[in-house]
T-cell receptor, first 112, second 117 residues
Framework: QKEVEQNSGPLSVPEGAIASLNCTYSDRGSQSFFWYRQYSGKSPELIMSIYSNGDKEDGRFTAQLNKASQYVSLLIRDSQPSDSATYLC????????????FGAGTILRVKS | DVKVTQSSRYLVKRTGEKVFLECVQDMDHENMFWYRQDPGLGLRLIYFSYDVKMKEKGDIPEGYSVSREKKERFSLILESASTNQTSMYLCASPPGTGEKDGTDTQYFGPGTRLTVL
């Protein structure tokens, strides 16, 4: 059973701070990693994808991947109240034909 | 932009009814997926399809079936709805199967919130 684990939270950070969201996965064969943001009552929206070890930056978002330690993280700089949402980590492996396995999500609350 | 649409945003059905959830993508994608999402459990894969008339079971296929007669449409069928199938149902479709060129990214439809009474 392929597993993706996330701390359910809620993670509370003050406006302007850095929010750090973490995810670990069990399958060493995993090759693609995604972070989705989901507002209440809405469908998940892709915000970052990462495929290689290291950091990938996109605006205020930075994804970090460490395949040796089997974790992927998402940093949100200068957090805004509009960042308050559930963040889902998803992992795909070739074995499953790129079927995604999702974590249960971390609730982020940014307080103004 | 990738567009994935679902036939209904909200649906209320009675126990024992046959329920059809429709998903349509307009980008000629081969792959389509059906998930359900429940609080504390995240998204769980029900069925997926790699091509027309092709289907594969996901992690929780019991109580569901699917149909893919046309490339753009992937239907999820609840043969006899039960209260434990009350959930948010999400359809997703990636542009391709590539791992490192971004074409494995799944784009979600708006979701159908199904309530079975």
């Amino acid at each position: 059973q392929k597993e993706v684990e996330q701390n359910s939270g809620p993670l509370s950070v003050p406006e302007g701070a850095i929010a750090s969201l973490n995810c670990t996965y069990s399958d060493r064969g995993s090759q693609s990693f995604f972070w989705y943001r989901q507002y209440s009552g809405k469908s998940p929206e892709l915000i970052m994808s990462i495929y290689s070890n290291g950091d990938k930056e996109d605006g205020r978002f930075t994804a970090q991947l460490n395949k040796a330690s089997q974790y992927v993280s998402l940093l949100i700089r200068d957090s805004q109240p509009s960042d308050s949402a559930t963040y889902l980590c998803a992992v795909a492996t070739m074995e499953y034909g790129n079927k995604l396995v999702f974590g249960a999500g971390t609730i982020l609350r940014v307080k103004s | 932009d990738v567009k994935v649409t679902q036939s209904s945003r909200y649906l209320v059905k009675r126990t024992g009814e046959k329920v059809f959830l429709e998903c349509v993508q307009d980008m000629d994608h081969e792959n389509m997926f059906w998930y359900r999402q429940d609080p504390g459990l995240g998204l769980r894969l029900i069925y997926f399809s790699y091509d027309v008339k092709m289907k594969e079971k996901g992690d929780i296929p019991e109580g569901y079936s699917v149909s893919r007669e046309k490339k753009e449409r992937f239907s999820l069928i609840l043969e006899s709805a039960s209260t434990n199938q009350t959930s948010m149902y999400l359809c997703a479709s990636p542009p391709g199967t590539g791992e490192k060129d971004g074409t494995d990214t799944q784009y979600f439809g708006p979701g159908t919130r199904l309530t079975v009474l």
